[in-house]
């Protein structure tokens, strides 16, 4: 098991789950600031006002009110962990534990409050400065997201969103920003996180998917490609030294029987939920069976040879994805056979493998299967740039907090990644998700913790803040030291 000389050993965060600061500085809101908390079994709600003042929380806002951040509700994302006043203290922690590179996004509406200014805000420029020369000077390469879940709330509601061509520009102009202004400073960027989620989803909300839901997300999921890699190209022209990707969420898929039925379920389960979104940004052009998934549901949708000419011209450099977990598909409606419903995962239950408190399933080897697709697939390089374990942590009377199921968890997954490496993948880096604990992005919980740095900080928004290492930061430390030899 070989891992590259310069491998990329780091981990992974997100602006609208650690920065906090949500109105600090001349931010503007994102859909997060105005997301309650939920649980394992209790979906997070966004808040919202009326014209005439009565104000609800549900699923989304409804077509005649506004966003609104309400007193009496708690709004984990507005704080996060406090990493916009924590930064240099979290980065020293992340170069003692050896990193190389760390992954963090920028969040859109610090630099563009609305997201449709003519110019950005000075110190949202200053804050990322701040942080690139702090990483920079523990020789840490950053890896950044330009997008992570957090269009402007104003260009949600002003512009609906990413159903409106015009987004496409003020995303252009908001990665053109940050590629002129962090020139030299960085150079491994991301343009969309987890860009497949958006149809993905659909697929958990079954028959109450409208078809107007699907042809909203595929329109949508074209904008974003064509945004994408008007983005790749400019960063390219700004700096040849940028090395731009794509980021999927990775879930390896398995038939649940050997029935010709559920191997083609299988098929198609991949090429819709893994291979579309990563054949348009890596090959440039819409797969062959784009035509089947759009004809599945009568699709219209707005695609011009402009379009098209973008798509090509702007292909990514990198394939990166993050995998927590595996699932499995059939076409038996089996009615007791056992499912799972943790989050945003719905499935049958694999019964070859253990599972998580929120029901994800814990299977290396299906990273190791999808690495060796993907890898045949693209050719690119390829990053793994979240994966990781929520767990309930307990801290010791010493102060101590033992996590023996993390370390297994990495361990097996690391062992996989070194396979897939020996077996000729092209894999540069890996980014473990929440290598400091911070806001769960499905429950909104701090309780679901996936760091290797504890932060003081309960479901309710009380603690202190304070960082302690957890025994997988001194295990991480030791795995990076030797870069990926010794797992023990």
Request: one cysteine or more; hydrophobic letters at 35%.
């Amino acid at each position: 098991m070989t891992f590259p000389k310069n491998f990329l050993w780091g981990g992974a965060t997100a602006a609208n789950q650690c920065e906090g600061a949500y109105d600090v500085d001349g931010r503007g809101l994102a859909r997060t600031d105005i997301t309650t908390a939920g649980s394992l079994n209790q979906r997070r709600q966004v808040t919202y006002e009326f014209p005439d003042g009565t104000t609800g929380k549900g699923d989304k806002v409804p077509k005649n009110a506004h966003g609104a951040v309400l007193p009496g509700e708690y709004y984990p994302n507005q704080v996060g962990i406090d990493f916009y006043h924590h930064y240099q203290e979290d980065i020293k922690l992340f170069a003692e534990m050896g990193f190389k590179t760390f992954r963090m996004s920028i969040s859109w509406s610090r630099l563009f409050p609305n997201g449709d200014e003519e110019k950005p805000n000075q110190a949202g420029l200053d804050f990322y400065r701040r942080v690139f020369e702090e990483l920079r000077k523990y020789q840490i390469e950053p890896l950044v997201t330009i997008w992570h879940f957090d269009t402007p709330l104003y260009l949600e509601e002003h512009y609906d969103g990413w159903n409106n061509r015009k987004v496409i520009d003020f995303f252009v102009k908001f990665a053109t920003t940050v590629f002129k202004e962090y020139k030299g400073l960085v150079k491994y960027w991301l343009t969309f996180n987890e860009i497949n989620n958006t149809i993905q989803f659909l697929d958990m909300f079954g028959d109450s998917a409208t078809e107007k839901d699907y042809q909203d997300a595929y329109q949508q999921l074209h904008y974003q490609f064509v945004a994408s890699a008007r983005a790749v190209k400019i960063g390219h022209e700004i700096d040849p030294e940028n090395q731009i990707g794509c980021m999927i969420c990775g879930i390896a898929n398995y038939p649940l029987t050997s029935d010709p039925k559920d191997i083609m379920l299988n098929r198609h389960v991949w090429e819709k939920n893994i291979f579309y979104c990563g054949d348009v940004q890596c090959k440039g052009e819409y797969p062959t069976f784009a035509k089947r998934l759009w004809d599945e549901h009568d699709l219209a949708l707005d695609i011009t040879q402009v379009d098209l000419a973008d798509l090509k011209a702007g292909t990514v450099d990198l394939y990166t994805f993050s995998y927590y977990m595996s699932n499995v598909v059939s076409t038996h409606n089996d009615p007791d056979a056992e499912k799972v419903s943790g989050n945003f995962v719905m499935g049958l239950k694999n019964p070859y493998l253990k599972y998580s408190e929120w029901q994800w399933a814990d299977d290396p080897l299906g990273l190791q299967y999808y690495l060796e697709v993907v890898n045949d697939r693209y050719h690119l390089p390829l990053m793994v740039v979240e994966n990781g374990l929520g767990a309930i942590d307990k801290v010791e009377a010493d102060g101590k907090i033992h996590d023996p199921y993390r370390i297994d968890y990495f361990r097996g997954h690391i062992a996989a990644m070194g396979a897939a490496i020996d077996n000729g993948v092209d894999l540069i880096g890996y980014t473990p998700w929440g290598c400091i604990d911070l806001v769960s992005a499905g429950t909104g919980q701090m309780s679901k913790r996936y760091g290797m740095i504890y932060v003081d900080l309960d479901d309710e928004g009380h603690g202190t803040m304070k960082r302690s290492k957890k025994d997988s930061f001194d295990w991480y430390q030791k795995v990076i030291a030797s870069n990926g030899t010794d797992l023990a």
